[in-house]
């Protein structure tokens, strides 16, 4: 310490520097137009700051280091900072904690406030919990917005104010809610100078997979192009053949679903577009393919709510009493159904287009999922499970509902004594074997008269075909009726307790 004498001058400190502008943390909405937090931002002035945050807590616990879904982020993550920069702005990508990140952001930039779009799921609540805590601790706002939906949490209720758990009077009720107002979109046009580009310690663009822990994966050659353009590109293919949408959506050998699931997922697309679109269309002659996908979309939503009001369907079943179903899970059966080699060509060609693509067409969800249970008597929490781990389209609130309604635990689900006949699916929505040959090659020599149940065949038959049951395609792992009859038996056993 330097003597009195030579002891440096110090100026009386100076006042912080007042916090000022925001920060846009974008999560499940990778865009840049009718963007609700965005467009709060600006309108509360500049400058408005930009980050993603590659949130540790979702990625170290995926089971692989290749995953199609990291891949799509990563994409769709460089194109919007593209889009950004282009803007004056930029997006700051942070690999970290969440929880952590987004309140050391805040405090380097002294921001006012924090804006994101509302995220339902039980630990994304918790999480926006946290930050908005750590947040208020240091005298900055969190606010979220309504985003990824039409309508949310309570605005669409019964007439005696309580959630709906059937799906037709909810859609009613959706339908009749429905006004201009909410299918508007938000805009988002800063004036010159308002988005702010990121701080030059934050400015190295978006990190490599290679450098989080990522292996690349094969969207490429799936033909799925992340991002806006990609979304853009789907919305306008499917446009031009909505109208045969309800006629064609259940055959998987066909061109009908409009393949957005993983755009709506990660928010490369607006929900507002795509509704207001379909919402106009079935107003027109001929709209009944519009109408049908208007309600697919308010399924959607339905599912959403269902998460928000009974948290507990994740992990349990929405029907309580059905959680003592006392599945045996034999593992060797789980295994089989996961690589498609049950000896059920309609349920394998799913389960290995899963494998092979990371998606699956909704109907053969449906089918698979139903077998799963009700088959081969493998709890309905082991296939969720392997579904979010697989499809690059996962929702926990679209899953969960899916996997409940076949396992008939949820709410307005599939009864409990109805049962998907595989073989009868197979015959009325894949009736040539199309899309079998195309994901089950094995039994491409077969006709469509022997597709669906290649065990039925005669041993000469088989040997002629170049297909053995038993040596080139698995005999079937149940017989079906049996199965049947041992499903009724387990869940009228659960019912009866």
Not at 271 to 279: M, S, Y
Not at 438 to 462: C, F, K, M, N
Request: aromatic share 8%; proline share 7%.
């Amino acid at each position: 310490m330097p003597p009195p004498s030579v002891r440096p001058h110090r100026s009386p400190a100076s006042p912080a520097p007042r916090r000022a502008g925001s920060l846009v943390w974008f999560r499940r909405d990778l865009r840049d137009f009718d963007h609700a937090a965005l467009a709060a931002a600006i309108e509360d002035g500049g400058p408005v700051h930009c980050a993603f945050v590659l949130d540790r807590e979702i990625l170290d616990a995926l089971p692989a280091r290749e995953d199609r879904r990291v891949e799509f982020i990563d994409g769709s993550l460089r194109e919007l900072d593209a889009s950004l920069r282009a803007r004056g702005g930029g997006l700051a990508v942070v690999h970290g904690h969440a929880r952590d990140a987004i309140p050391a952001l805040a405090r380097e930039l002294r921001v006012a406030a924090v804006h994101a779009n509302r995220d339902y799921e039980p630990a994304a609540r918790d999480r926006d919990g946290a930050v908005a805590r750590s947040l208020g601790e240091q005298g900055v706002a969190f606010h979220d917005h309504k985003d990824r939906v039409i309508f949310e949490r309570d605005e669409v209720l019964t007439r005696s104010g309580t959630p709906f758990s059937v799906f037709t009077p909810y859609r009613r009720a959706w339908l009749a809610a429905l006004a201009p107002a909410h299918l508007a979109p938000h805009r988002v046009a800063p004036a010159a100078g308002v988005l702010a580009p990121p701080s030059s310690s934050r400015d190295a663009g978006v990190p490599t997979l290679e450098s989080i822990g990522f292996r690349r994966t094969d969207l490429a050659s799936l033909g799925v192009t992340p991002g806006m353009s990609g979304g853009r590109a789907l919305f306008a293919s499917f446009r031009r053949r909505i109208h045969r949408y309800r006629e064609a959506r259940d055959f998987p050998a066909r061109d009908g679903p409009s393949g957005l699931s993983v755009h709506l997922r990660f928010g490369t697309v607006s929900v507002r577009v795509l509704a207001a679109f379909a919402h106009a269309r079935s107003l027109e002659p001929g709209g009944e393919g519009a109408s049908a996908w208007l309600s697919e979309l308010v399924w959607r939503e339905f599912y959403a709510q269902i998460l928000w009001h009974h948290p507990h369907v994740v992990g349990h079943a929405f029907k309580r009493d059905l959680d003592t179903l006392a599945f045996p899970n034999d593992p060797a059966r789980f295994d089989a159904w996961r690589a498609g080699r049950t000896g059920y060509p309609l349920v394998d060609a799913g389960m290995r287009q899963l494998a092979r693509t990371g998606y699956m067409h909704n109907r053969l969800r449906m089918v698979a999922a139903s077998f799963l249970v009700k088959d081969l008597l493998v709890d309905w929490r082991m296939g969720e499970r392997h579904f979010a781990d697989t499809l690059i389209d996962f929702d926990l609130a679209s899953n969960n509902g899916g996997w409940q309604w076949a396992a008939s635990t949820g709410c307005d689900s599939q009864p409990w004594f109805r049962i998907f006949n595989p073989v009868t699916q197979s015959e009325r929505f894949d009736r040539d074997g199309a899309f079998i040959r195309r994901h089950v090659p094995e039994l491409s020599a077969l006709g469509p008269d022997e597709i669906h149940a290649p065990w039925t065949l005669s041993p000469a038959l088989q040997q002629a075909r170049g297909v053995v049951i038993g040596r080139d395609y698995p005999a079937p792992i149940v017989d079906h009726v049996r199965a049947r009859a041992d499903a009724l038996a387990l869940y009228g056993r659960a019912r009866g307790r």
